[in-house]
């Protein structure tokens, strides 16, 4: 079973302040992962990709991949009351080009 | 402006009904897809197709069928028999090339059975 798991939250976060979201999977041949935001009532929109072990910055952004522990992380520097939304880890599944997504994480960054 | 589109919006159905969502690109990609989303689950896939006259099911495809006879348009028929087809239906387009492939969201249809 190819899973992505992620925890529910919601993870409160003052304004300003740094979150981190986790997501860890189970299939080792995914090489491809995502991140997209998904505010309440809307569709999911991409923030980040990461392909490689390491980090990977856009600006406010940050993910982290370790193939190793197969774990996937988002990191959201100056948090902001807009950036309150479900976030939304998937793993490519194997070289198919099919995601596996995870359940989402709550984010509430609070003013 | 280049996107993805899906009509209707708001869609509902009555019982033993077969309804039709629509979905059209102008990405020019050669991938798209079909999922479900639940209240508090994640994304299902119920159909995916990369490339044209040619499609395969995904983890939830009983009780909904497909087409893909043109590269912009992947419509998506919820049939009587999917017996739970209260959702939030999305669907996706991507290049489909050989490395990582960034799937992207069209704006969605709710589907109320009522």
């Known amino acids: 079973q190819k899973e992505v798991e992620q925890n529910s939250g919601p993870l409160s976060v003052p304004e300003g302040a740094i979150a981190s979201l986790n997501c860890t999977y189970s299939d080792r041949g995914s090489q491809s992962f995502f991140w997209y935001r998904q505010y309440s009532g809307k569709s999911p929109e991409l923030i980040m990709f990461i392909y490689s072990n390491g980090d990977k910055e856009d600006g406010r952004f940050t993910a982290q991949l370790n193939k190793a522990s197969q774990y996937v992380s988002l990191l959201i520097r100056d948090s902001q009351p807009s950036d309150s939304a479900t976030y939304l880890c998937?793993?490519?599944?194997?070289?198919?080009?099919?995601?596996?997504f995870g359940t989402g994480t709550l984010l509430a960054v609070q003013p | 402006d280049g996107g993805i589109t899906q009509s209707p919006k708001y869609l509902f159905r009555k019982e033993g009904q077969n309804v039709t969502l629509s979905c059209e690109q102008n990405l020019n990609h050669d991938a798209m897809y079909w999922y479900r989303q639940d209240p508090g689950q994640g994304l299902r896939l119920i159909y995916y197709s990369q490339i044209v006259n040619d499609f395969q099911k995904g983890d939830i495809a009983e009780g909904y069928s497909v087409s893909r006879e043109k590269k912009e348009s992947f419509p998506l028929t919820v049939t009587s028999a999917q017996k739970n087809p209260t959702a939030f239906y999305l669907c996706a387009s991507s290049i489909a090339s050989s490395q990582s492939d960034t799937q992207y969201f069209g704006p969605g249809t709710r589907l109320t059975v009522l």
């Open positions: 998937a793993a490519e599944w194997g070289a198919t080009n099919k995601l596996i």
